[in-house]
């Protein structure tokens, strides 16, 4: 089984050819001696993503009239699981600007779509999300950020938490931000675009257990000044906004897991034919073969699922159901997976100097990030008709 295999039964020609160039970058570039490295220091990967710039990475999906190069949503599929499986934390280095873009595609101002979408394309400018809080996670309702009315725009005060890449070089953050306090929370809220250099804006990257390189932050808002022409979509409808896209962003996130995972697989197969003990290799002993012939099968389940959800949002159908069931179990059998691995590999796999210990730190956050697993159960059911308290 490799990086290849199990995901090319359906794809074309052309998406053939450009997973071979982005395999052949990623092999250049994303070594397990510089992840380490990147993992170790905290640093973020400006040399990969360097070169998606030159690939044309952030050009697909997007129309021609931004600049973009066209393509549909299984072409981002492929890409999300051919770059999580090299490393799920790098991959939200590609993945959260997407997003984010995503975003402003569908619900920006023409002027915004013309300055930010090349922007971003050819490298002069990220994008990056910023809503969650201290107080406010799975309850995005409950954010305290406000931006007050002043000549010509806004101010903007507050404190917004986990942050992906939020203080990474030339990076925009979209903003979700409470701009009427006197109707329900979901009918007060705006979305802006910030640049994080902008005047009393403050990024810090927190110490965490995985995802280090990309980084996590905690952003503080000091009286930051936000002009007219950066709000996005209309007044107090950033909970309309912040839906445009979130079946497409948990798709992606989705599928990323399935990338990560298929690594995890992948590595522990290796390790299971070249360890030998009692004078066999470890992965003719039926217990391992059995953990890996269930490896292998949760890790193309969760793909299934995937796939599933990307055909029903293809078709314009609600994907409510679909992309939750994926969200959920991808993200569940990433990190199932990656604890099996280090079973396997045993104090190998605990060893800082092997890359399953990483897979393992990062698979930790995907069952609360991007929507937690008991949020994705609620709404399962909510499909089924049930009212979950």
Not at 100 to 127: C, N
Request: charged share 20%; with cysteine; hydrophobic share 40%.
């Amino acid at each position: 089984m490799n990086w290849d295999s199990t995901i090319a039964e359906d794809q074309t020609e052309e998406q053939r050819l450009y997973r071979q160039s982005l395999h052949r970058v990623m092999s250049k570039l994303a070594t397990p001696e510089y992840l380490a490295r990147i993992d170790r220091d905290a640093q973020y990967p400006y040399e990969i993503y360097d070169a998606w710039i030159e690939l044309g990475l952030f050009r697909i999906g997007f129309p021609e009239e931004y600049g973009g190069l066209g393509g549909g949503l299984r072409d981002l599929v492929l890409i999300s699981q051919d770059l999580a499986y090299w490393s799920y934390d790098v991959y939200t280095a590609y993945s959260v600007p997407l997003y984010t873009a995503m975003t402003l595609l569908k619900i920006g101002s023409e002027a915004q779509k013309q300055e930010f979408l090349p922007a971003l394309m050819d490298g002069r400018l990220r994008l990056s999300t910023s809503i969650s809080e201290p107080s406010a996670g799975s309850d995005v309702s409950a954010i305290k950020t406000f931006a007050r009315r002043a000549e010509g725009g806004w101010v903007l005060n507050g404190q917004k938490l986990w942050n992906t890449a939020a203080g990474s070089r030339g990076n925009v953050l979209q903003v979700l931000a409470r701009t009427n306090g006197d109707v329900a929370p979901r009918k007060g809220m705006s979305m802006f675009l910030v640049p994080n250099d902008t005047q009393g804006v403050e990024c810090r990257k927190l110490d965490m257990l995985g995802r280090r390189a990309t980084g996590t932050y905690e952003v503080f808002f000091t009286d930051v000044f936000v002009p007219d022409e950066n709000l996005v979509g209309p007044l107090d409808a950033g909970w309309a906004g912040l839906l445009a896209c979130l079946q497409t962003e948990r798709l992606l996130t989705s599928a990323g897991y399935v990338g990560s995972a298929q690594k995890v697989m992948d590595l522990a197969l290796d390790y299971a034919r070249q360890r030998e003990q009692f004078g066999r290799p470890i992965g003719d002993f039926q217990v391992i073969a059995h953990m890996l012939a269930d490896m292998q099968t949760e890790v193309d389940a969760a793909r299934l699922l995937v796939d599933r959800a990307t055909a029903t949002i293809t078709r314009g159908a609600d994907a409510t159901k679909d992309v939750s069931m994926a969200k959920l179990y991808g993200s569940e059998t990433y990190a199932a997976v990656a604890r099996r691995g280090m079973q396997i590999m045993g104090a190998y796999g605990y060893s800082m100097e092997f890359e399953m210990q990483r897979h393992f730190r990062d698979s930790c956050s995907t069952t609360v990030g991007a929507g937690s697993s008991q949020m994705q159960r609620n709404a399962i059911a909510a499909t089924l008709g049930l009212k979950p308290r």
